[in-house]
């Protein structure tokens, strides 16, 4: 994904990154069913995202709304060609550092065990069923709660979806909130299906086909 519209996030802009997702996503219902101790959330979120951010920088497209990063967009373009060995490194490197942290906060490996359980819900897999490589994913989209009813999440799918429409493509994402779907529904989004495995927590796919351009 390109934009000329949003800014785009440098290495040196990613521990505030870090710390945005973190006061973001601290009482997400999925972060709150696979880490359902407060304390070791607290403690656990930080280096969640730390290890995330590394991963997705090399692998993905990060974008803010400006420098001061009210608002974020995390895009994997599935159509932009990648180094296959370095993707895999990457993963399988972030995948030892998350376990590696989920023990080390949680040594009766309650934690661990939730995110083995929630695998499904943490990995995207099910966009193996759109049969579908002409598609972007929106793996994070999050505004500081501060800066919300701004604005900004709208700004940030608006241009991933301008992206998207020029270039013939499809977008998919989840979202574990029931209040954000119709959100997206009204940027043109539908329910593909609904998630429900090993917790009481619903995860919904969303997709949106790409429109035609007019004019």
């Not at 990154?17 to 979120?45: A, G, H, N, Q, W």
């Not at 695998?119 to 897999?125: A, F, H, P, T, V």
């Amino acid at each position: 994904m390109e934009s000329d519209k949003l800014y785009q996030v440098q290495p040196e802009d990613l521990p505030k990154l870090e710390e945005l997702l973190t006061k973001c996503f601290s009482c997400d219902p999925l972060y709150e069913e696979l880490i359902p101790d407060e304390k070791v959330r607290k403690r656990l979120m930080p280096e969640l995202f730390a290890c995330d951010m590394k991963e997705f920088y090399e692998t993905c497209e990060i974008f803010a709304d400006s420098r001061d990063l009210n608002g974020v967009l995390v895009v994997s373009d599935e159509t932009e060609p990648y180094h296959l060995l370095q993707y895999y490194f990457s993963e399988a490197l972030a995948s030892l550092r998350t376990d590696g942290y989920l023990i080390k906060e949680d040594p009766s490996l309650k934690t661990f065990f939730n995110f083995i359980l929630g695998r499904d819900y943490l990995n995207s897999s099910w966009t193996d069923q759109l049969h579908q490589e002409n598609r972007i994913h929106i793996i994070y989209l999050a505004v500081d709660p501060d800066m919300q009813h701004h604005g900004i999440a709208a700004t940030l799918v608006d241009e991933a979806i301008r992206y998207a429409d020029r270039h013939k493509l499809m977008i998919s994402l989840e979202t574990h909130n029931p209040k954000n779907v119709a959100f997206y529904q009204q940027f043109g989004f539908k329910i593909f299906g609904v998630l429900e495995k090993h917790f009481a927590l619903k995860q919904y796919c969303l997709i949106r086909e790409a429109q035609q351009i007019v004019g």
